[in-house]
């Protein structure tokens, strides 16, 4: 890169991008690398990717004069930089986020980022671009995310960061009613998720549980389970499922019962004017009696039956019964049951269509 002058009355310097390199023969910026030769020709030896870039030479005349070249060296990616730092990787839920991958290369890498043995938040496999922001971050962004820089040239670069996130508990209850009977074994469960990790204490009727040989609680992984063995009469009520860490405090209650379940229709089939509806219900003691109830949509009139009761298949009952003589149109059934300890709630309105006349 020489640069030939008339004489020495003027400043020659050497700039690479921003850093300047040389002012006259005096080294700027200490490389043994570089060297300015009389002409000031810029030399460098075992030129390396990170050369790449704009040369300037700056002559200090009026007015001033610049020369600029460019050197592309082909080089591998190099990631330099994965943000945010250590310090800042631990991050409250609902605050924003944003991830940071600066490589160098040329050509110019190109950055995408993936997640560990998982999909990113988004539901993607990979995103692409140096940078990807989330604005509102809950759990479900915690966890370990892979930086790759691809370029072409050699092996891509790779780099990880592990994202936490602090989060007040959340609770999910599969079964907000269960179903028991006296004498047998109640497992209440609720499944949480913390950090830091929370502590999970359970109440029935607004008082601590005393854990002993009856009442054990047990984790298996996220789900709390509060075991009850041969369930007596004064173990039904409410408890409640109470969790608790430095974030915040959650609790869901789980109601233990002696009623049957709420009714689940199964099928429902036309036979002629006639349609045969099937339920199934479970309960630890007797069906003493069913009520069930069915209409033409939209009207306010409801029919009232009561189906024959029979033995159930252990702790599960499943009845058929046929509504009969039926007119043309859309209907809805609803069901409840009766046990030793009262009657269930109703079930969802099941509807089926009739269409036979005869």
Same mark, same amino acid.
């Given at each position: ?13 050497w700039?690479?991008?921003?850093t300047?390199? @040389? $002012? ?6 200490k ?40 050197l ?5 990616? /190099? ?9 800042n ?44 922001? @989330? ?10 995310y892979?930086? !790759? ?25 599969? /079964? ?5 009977g ?5 497992? =209440?469960?609720?499944?949480?998720h ?28 996220? !789900?709390?389970?509060?075991?009850i063995?041969?369930? /007596? ?10 969790a ?10 789980? +109601?233990? !019962? ?7 229709f199964?099928t ?20 003493? +009696? ?5 209409r033409?949509q ?13 033995n159930?298949?252990?702790n ?9 003589? =039926?007119?043309?149109?859309?209907? +809805? ?19 089926? $269509? ?5």
């Amino acid at each position: 890169m020489p640069v030939v002058l008339p004489d020495d009355a003027y400043v020659v310097m050497w700039i690479h991008g921003s850093t300047t390199l @040389f $002012t006259d023969n005096v080294q700027q910026h200490k490389d043994a690398r570089l060297r300015r030769h009389p002409n000031n020709t810029l030399e460098i030896s075992r030129v390396a990717g990170e050369d790449s870039g704009t040369y300037t030479c700056k002559i200090s005349a009026q007015p001033v004069v610049e020369i600029s070249h460019t050197l592309n060296v082909p080089s591998p990616p /190099k990631i330099v930089r994965v943000l945010p730092e250590a310090s800042n990787r631990m991050l409250l839920k609902g605050t924003s986020l944003t991830l940071q991958c600066d490589a160098i290369g040329h050509p110019k890498p190109t950055i995408t980022w993936s997640r560990s043995n998982r999909n990113m938040p988004s539901g993607e496999k990979t995103v692409q671009g140096s940078s990807i922001t @989330f604005d509102s971050i809950d759990r479900h962004h915690a966890g370990t995310y892979d930086c !790759t820089a691809t370029n072409g040239i050699d092996k891509p670069a790779r780099g990880t960061i592990t994202i936490h996130v602090k989060y007040a508990p959340e609770i999910r209850v599969d /079964k907000e009613t269960v179903n028991s009977g006296e004498g047998y074994e109640s497992a =209440l469960l609720c499944t949480v998720h913390a950090e830091p990790s929370a502590t999970v204490t359970w109440a029935k009727d607004g008082k601590p549980v005393n854990l002993s040989s009856h009442m054990k609680s047990e984790v298996d992984q996220h !789900t709390h389970i509060l075991k009850i063995s041969k369930t /007596k009469k004064e173990d039904f009520g409410r408890y409640t499922c109470i969790a608790n860490n430095t974030v915040g405090t959650k609790t869901k209650v789980i +109601e233990l !019962t002696g009623l049957p379940s709420v009714a689940k229709f199964l099928t429902s089939s036309e036979e002629g004017k006639n349609q045969v509806v099937q339920w199934s219900i479970e309960s630890h003691s007797p069906i003493i +009696e069913y009520i069930l109830r069915y209409r033409k949509q939209n009207t306010d009139e409801w029919v009232i039956q009561k189906p024959l009761v029979e033995n159930g298949e252990g702790n599960v009952f499943t009845v058929r019964h046929t509504l009969s003589d =039926l007119t043309p149109g859309k209907y +809805e059934v609803v069901l409840r049951s009766q046990n030793e300890f009262g009657w269930s709630q109703d079930s969802q309105p099941h509807e089926f $269509t009739q269409s036979s006349t005869s």
